[in-house]
């Protein structure tokens, strides 16, 4: 709990700079502070994990893990963000705060024992990105996406409330544990409550991570907020929201799956084909990854087919394989927008003549998030169709992999014109922050692809 406990320390540390006008300390404060959490994070491995606060918490290894992750890529995106939010507002010491009380939230979201303190991890988490989507005030787009977000989330925050007072009139309680016991007590006489609160979690949660048919709010969001908000959207949010998703299954409702996996293999089904064929027909680089990302959920939701000791870990590495390949998808893009001026496909014509480096990196991204092996998203994908086939879900595995073929097509859209379709251009100047986010980035993804074993058996 001490990641916790510093990280939000840290954010009212920025606030009072930001009122004394020290704008330029707020960059490294904030990553020195970050790293600091990451490594007492870290540190809590391997302790004797028990609930606490009243049972609210349960920082166990998964909590550990999956904060470690939202950590480091929330340092990996910041990295990026130097003059980014300044040219937005002089007043950028509260955008920093807002990204770390929402890093707050999200570890309460990968630590919960309690289902009230997964809806305050939620609340927090998402009443901060519904402020940093439309921090563009004289952006259109911006406003639009964020009050998008705000009344979708709004909605959805209600359908989450109604599944757990439901489930809590079942159940008699808010405990993780005690659900699972009461479900286990007398399997053949659940109540009825349970499975309707069950369905309207699983909704709720469905659209914080943005899985089809509930995926809607995702496109415009994306789209429309500042392209730093978005990858952090797209990574930790994304992140956070499914390891409290794998939680909430793993730890009460696993006694019942027979009732909920068919409905998890229908959010799988209508997010890979739907992220996919979508994908296909967007004519620019943004609005791709955003219905590219819809497809990853798909993906995901492998692991909930069939839980053992390694659904956990098969999430945790996929996120770390995806939230790394798109931190340097949208780092290429934040250059690509400022000093092109739009993200379109045309727009990377012949980048690999003038900016090798950017070329390089974003094709290796591109063949992670497309699941090419040597990557680490190969070793993502690969252990997602392990879990379905342990549950002999085949059919569901070959639908899959023919929908990884249509990803494969429009993520070599990119690398397609960045090699093959020369353009006089002019070179891109890119600053020796971004080549050192992106460089490591780029080699996190190899080195996780040859070697997977660094965090494949983690948790």
Known sequence: MSALITITVLALVLLYLGLFKAN????????????????????????????????????????VAFSAITIFSTILILALSRDYFERISSNVAE????????????????????????????????????????????DFASNEAALKYFLMGAFST?????????????????????IKQYILNDPAGVSPLLYTGITLLIIALAFKVGAAPFHFWAPDVYEGSPSLITAY??????????AAFLRLIMFSFAPVQDFWVPIIITLAVLSLLIGNVTAVYQQHFKRMLAYSSISHVGYMLFSLLALNGSSDNAVFVYAAAYSVASVIAFGVLILMQRQVGNDSFDSFNGLAKKNPFLAITLTIAMLSLAGIPLTAGFIGKFMMFTRALA?????????????????????????VAMYFKLEDR???????YFKVVLGFSALVTIVLGIYPDFIAGLI
């Open 391 to 415: 549950s002999y879900h085949v059919l569901l595995v070959v639908f899959a992999v023919l929908n990884a073929i249509v990803g494969i097509y429009y993520y070599f859209r990119v690398i």
């Open 24 to 63: 330029r300390a707020l960059l490294p404060v904030a990553l020195i502070g970050l790293l600091a959490a990451l490594i007492l994070s870290v540190a809590e491995w391997g302790t004797n994990a028990a609930p606490i606060f009243s049972n609210m918490m349960l920082y166990d290894h998964f909590a």
């Open 233 to 242: 959207m797209s990574t930790v949010v994304k992140t956070a929201g499914f």
């Open 426 to 432: 002019k070179e891109l100047i890119v600053p020796v």
């Open 95 to 138: 955008y920093y705060a807002l990204i770390l009380f929402s890093l707050a939230g999200i570890i309460l979201m990968v630590s919960y024992h309690n289902l009230s303190m997964l809806f305050i991890g939620i609340e927090i988490m998402s009443i901060c990105m519904y402020i940093l989507a439309g921090i563009k005030k004289s």
């Open 158 to 178: 209600g359908v989450l409330l109604f599944g757990i007072t439901l489930i809590y009139g079942a159940s008699g309680s808010f405990d993780l544990e005690m």
